[in-house]
């Protein structure tokens, strides 16, 4: 193959100045351009706060949410070097931090033991992904300012007014350019983020303020508050747990030194029950390392769940209880609340935005640190040790005795199925409580698995329009993968071999937009479901959820709305003559993941519509032959059939939800 007038010399080989990569791949230093990644900015700029409160120089940080796109974080530290950079003259160190990747005082360990920060990336990263940031200095007995816009300076330094205060404020505004006019951010994420710096940080009071016209009732959080736990993470813990059923009734916490001065752990846990005293479902484990939430684990977890399991074990063989040797980390941490945070120098993560810690030698130092305090703790009350002994033990006991019961319902069909890799399962032990969503499409799909209670809500994407097994043949239907697929995932079998005891979950949900398309999949799914397994009908499982149309918006008050015809009704009644916002959903996909837990998932606040069947006849048999004709006629190939009854029926169709 040959390339004519195509030069490709030293012209073609482009260089990036400055920060010109950061605007130019995003995705490359905060993991993308999409919520999660705007709402990682402030992230970086309050992990360099932290930093300097826990190497000792700050004792206070203010948050403060100006606008939806603008926030801005001080602290009380050193503040950020104005005097000149040797090795950049004529520019302030404070420059060249703001504006040159790999800047700071973190490769430095004489400065910062430990830091959370991006390692001279942080800052320089968000200012270039910033449509403006003010940097305001205290230090050396004066006011410092400057300005700067996308990763460039748009003004000199310069020194104001004398103060004997010291430390640094930064405020940003995110660049729609490169997050899009939609780009805010979220007061309860950041509120949240706030308070877990807090926590993380003992004795660091962290200030929180927020314009209140960003807050609605529904979000639940105060306008200015002050985070202060002199305990850390215990005294959070405390604070998570309060009112709740445990067997700790004191809570097992504390802080070790690693080897070398090399970092520490510390650490927070006790075990929820409910009212009953079996396993509770508010359990949580939190991981952190250098105040990075560490969401998907990583060695410290590793070690921590290590020498916490281990323990227990020690403990049984210690009271001569042979069922100690069943138990296993699954059992031990199946209602566990705990926090576990690691503080080290040389911390090295998978992923830019620091998700999983990945040091092996971090798993062994914090394995180690847990081993004498955790067996002293059980040692110390030992009616209480033996109380949760016993609870691990049942749930032991419970893990083996429906191992068989669980190898049928779920590993069973997934070792013959191999269950498709876009079913997010959940993670409860038998039937009652689960829910499986069968969703409309992959990016509904996505949402969903963040919207869901991962412990008892399944989620399970299909594409657009599946089979209409009415109006196919048998041969189609049984190379029809999708639909083969959702029988094995449901676990029952069909018809003919039905068996209520395989039901792999209390309630099958159809969650598909609110259109025309929408209700075309459902009604092809639950053709599919009334052909294959009219049982799961009758038994009460199938529902069909109710997501809003609209979304209306007047002041603080946000309403959800499920028809045009009740939008016109609000707009003529309730809200006429006032200024509103209204939002209409395009589809699931659409929505946030809070939005669509808060209207359509959570049991608390959605709606469902049971999918029923005629009542069978006194003798026990199924009354079928009308529902066959209806089903067949409406699903079938004639559609002169559909267009008849659409006819008929048109003049009836009235607002089906009650």
């Known amino acids: 193959m040959t390339l004519e007038n195509k030069s490709y010399d030293a012209s073609d080989i482009q260089v990036l100045e400055g920060l010109e990569p950061v605007r130019l791949r995003p995705g490359m230093y905060i993991g993308g351009t999409d919520e999660k990644a705007w709402h990682h900015l402030p992230i970086e700029i309050m992990d360099n706060s932290i930093d300097e409160a826990v190497a000792g120089f700050a004792k206070k940080i203010v948050v403060n949410l100006i606008d939806a796109k603008t926030i801005e974080i001080t602290d009380d530290g050193r503040g950020i070097p104005v005097d000149e950079h040797p090795k950049y003259p004529g520019k302030s160190a404070l420059e060249v931090i703001l504006t040159t990747l790999h800047s700071g005082g973190k490769f430095n360990n004489n400065v910062y033991k430990t830091s959370g920060g991006l390692h001279g990336v942080g800052s320089a990263v968000v200012n270039a992904l910033s449509a403006e940031m003010i940097v305001t200095i205290c230090r050396d007995g004066y006011e410092w300012c400057q300005t700067f816009s996308r990763g460039r300076p748009t003004s000199s330094m310069t020194r104001g007014a004398e103060t004997r205060a010291h430390g640094t404020k930064i405020r940003f505004t995110i660049d729609d350019e490169i997050f899009g006019a939609s780009a805010v951010f979220k007061p309860v994420k950041i509120f949240r983020m706030a308070r877990s710096k807090a926590f993380l940080s003992r004795g660091v009071k962290i200030e929180w303020i927020c314009n209140p016209a960003l807050l609605t009732e ?105 069922s100690a040797a069943t138990i296993i980390g699954d059992d031990v941490f199946d209602s566990v609340a705990a926090i576990v945070s690691v503080f080290y120098k040389t911390p090295q993560f998978l992923g830019q935005t620091k998700e999983k ?77 689960t829910e499986l969503f069968i969703v409309e499409g992959d990016s509904a799909g996505g949402t969903a698995k963040q919207a869901r209670d991962r412990a008892t809500q399944a989620i399970m994407p299909v594409r657009g329009k599946v089979l209409n097994v009415v109006s196919n043949s048998d041969e189609r239907f049984g190379a029809n993968k999708e639909l083969n697929e959702l029988i094995d995932i449901i676990g029952a079998g069909t018809a003919k071999d039905w068996n209520d005891d395989k039901l792999r979950y209390e309630k099958i949900i159809i969650m598909t937009d609110a259109d025309v398309d929408g209700s075309h999949i459902a009604s092809l799914l639950m053709a599919f479901f009334y052909q294959m397994m009219p049982q799961l009908i009758y038994g009460g499982h199938l529902y069909l959820s109710c997501p809003p149309l609209y979304k209306l918006t007047h002041g603080t008050e946000s309403i959800y709305v499920d028809t045009d015809e009740q939008l016109e009704e609000l707009k003529n009644g309730k809200y006429k003559g006032k200024k509103i916002e209204i939002s209409r959903f395009k589809g699931l996909g659409e929505m946030m993941p809070g939005q669509l837990k808060e209207t359509t998932m959570s049991p608390k606040t959605r709606r469902l519509i049971r999918v029923d069947l005629p ?41 089906l939800f009650v």
Request: charged content about 30%; aromatic content about 10%.
């Open 357 to 433: 810690l990945s040091n092996p030698e971090v798993a062994r130092y914090t394995e180690n640190a847990l081993r004498d305090p955790w067996e002293i703790f059980l040692a110390s009350d030992p009616k209480t040790s033996n109380a949760l002994l016993d609870f691990v033990i049942n749930l032991a006991n419970a893990r083996i005795k429906t191992k068989q019961v669980k190898d049928v319902a779920r590993k069973t069909p997934t070792k013959r199925a191999r269950m498709p890799i876009k079913l997010a399962d959940c993670s409860k032990h038998g039937v009652a409580g």
């Open 615 to 655: 009542p069978r006849t006194d003798d026990g048999a199924e009354d079928t032959e009308k529902t066959r004709t209806i089903v067949s006629e409406l699903m079938g190939k004639k559609p002169e059939f559909r267009f008849k009854f659409i006819t008929e029926h048109a003049q009836f169709v009235k607002d």
């Open 218 to 322: 529904d979000m639940n959080i105060p306008a200015t508050t002050t985070f202060y736990y002199p305990g850390g993470v215990a005294d959070f813990l405390t604070e998570k747990t309060e009112n709740k059923p445990r067997i700790l009734p004191k809570i097992f916490s504390g802080s070790v030194d690693f080897p070398d001065d090399s970092g520490r752990v510390e650490w927070a846990l006790t075990f929820l029950t409910d009212e009953n005293g079996a396993a509770s479902d508010d359990g949580f484990f939190a991981s952190y390392c250098n105040t990075i939430a560490t969401i998907d684990g990583g060695t410290h977890e590793t070690g921590f769940k290590a020498a916490i399991t281990r323990g227990i074990k020690a403990y049984g063989e210690k009271v001569n209880n042979k």
